[in-house]
């Protein structure tokens, strides 16, 4: 599969067949986070892959009643919770270097983008979440205080193809030497 192809296919997949995911497309799917670029190589990420029944259904009850990935969570074979090092990326001698501190979100955003691409090239659904009660998250999978809980994302075959939604223009949002005057 070409990028760009992946680029353009993947889509937030909601609904999952419950077909297990031979181990070798799993690990694929972590290889592709392992070579994700960071700062400085740091390489702040961790993974925890969630099988269990129960866990999945405890990690999807973090999930408000509203969230439309909720029950994505239960029917996809594997959750994938992304976790990162806190102090680490993006600072030098204990030190942050630049005003926006811990780059730990922007390092774990790589990672579930090259997640993501990975999974679809393999035929596979995800959908990022964000929107779940963090800390209970954390209680769930015995998440250290140095690490914290960043997204999830179930891992599975999708039971429906999901549509792309409109794009903007690039000229809505490609500006060059400045941005225009209003």
């Not at 992946?6 to 392992?34: F, H, N, T």
């Not at 979100?105 to 993501?116: E, H, K, P, R, V």
């Not at 959908?127 to 809980?149: M, N, Q, T």
């Amino acid at each position: 599969m070409d990028l760009m192809e992946a680029i353009r296919g993947r889509r937030s997949i909601r609904k999952y067949r419950s077909d297990p995911i031979p181990e070798e497309a799993l690990q694929k799917v972590i290889e592709a986070v392992r070579w994700s670029p960071s700062w400085a190589n740091t390489q702040c990420w961790e993974m925890v892959i969630v099988k269990d029944p129960d866990k999945k259904s405890a990690l999807a009850n973090t999930l408000p009643s509203t969230n439309p990935a909720r029950m994505a969570m239960i029917e996809a074979p594997v959750v994938i919770v992304l976790c990162g090092k806190k102090g680490v990326s993006g600072f030098k001698k204990g030190e942050a270097m630049t005003i926006k501190g811990d780059w730990l979100m922007f390092d774990t955003g790589i990672a579930m983008q090259n997640l993501c691409l990975m999974a679809y090239s393999l035929g596979l659904g995800t959908v990022i979440i964000g929107l779940f009660d963090h800390k209970k998250a954390e209680e769930i999978l015995g998440v250290p205080g140095d690490r914290e809980v960043v997204a999830m994302t179930p891992l599975g075959y999708p039971a429906v193809s999901g549509t792309a939604p409109k794009r903007k223009e690039v000229s809505e949002f490609v500006f060059y030497e400045t941005y225009p005057s209003k």
